[in-house]
């Protein structure tokens, strides 16, 4: 069983910077681990992704050069950079986890989420 609990939300000004975690329990190697969010009244969106076997990455284009996702395996946790925050990154933002994943972007293959961390941006 994984259990993910995310961490590091708040209340933040635009242009402002925000660092989230997720730490994993369980047997999350070789896991691909992703991070999505949804705004009030709005379907959940991919935002970024890592598989731990490379650390290869994935990003949405609405947060490419402004979020950084990374992990660290000693940890067993993962990060997320974000950077140059605009008032549309307000959402719950929630961990994602599974072990084998085709499409890093798709929600529903992923098994394991976290309870998800608020972050505000104002304008």
């Known amino acids: 069983q994984v259990q993910l609990v995310e961490s590091g939300g708040g209340l933040v000004q635009a242009g402002g910077s925000l660092r989230l975690s997720c730490a994993a329990s369980?047997?999350?190697?070789?896991?691909?681990m992703a991070w999505f969010r949804q705004a009030p009244g709005k379907e959940r969106e991919f935002v970024a992704a890592?598989?731990?076997?490379?650390?290869?990455?994935y990003y949405a284009d609405s947060v490419k050069g402004r979020f950084t996702i990374s992990r660290d395996n000693a940890k067993n946790t993962v990060y997320l950079q974000m950077n140059s925050l605009q008032p549309e990154d307000t959402a719950v933002y929630y961990c994602?986890?599974?072990?084998?994943?085709?499409?890093?972007?798709?929600?529903?293959?992923?098994?394991?989420w976290g309870q998800g961390t608020q972050v505000t941006v104002s304008s």
């Open positions: 994602a986890a599974n072990p084998t994943v085709t499409i890093v972007s798709n929600d529903r293959e992923y098994d394991y």
């Open positions: 890592i598989r731990w076997r490379g650390g290869i990455t």
């Open positions: 369980g047997r999350t190697f070789s896991y691909a």
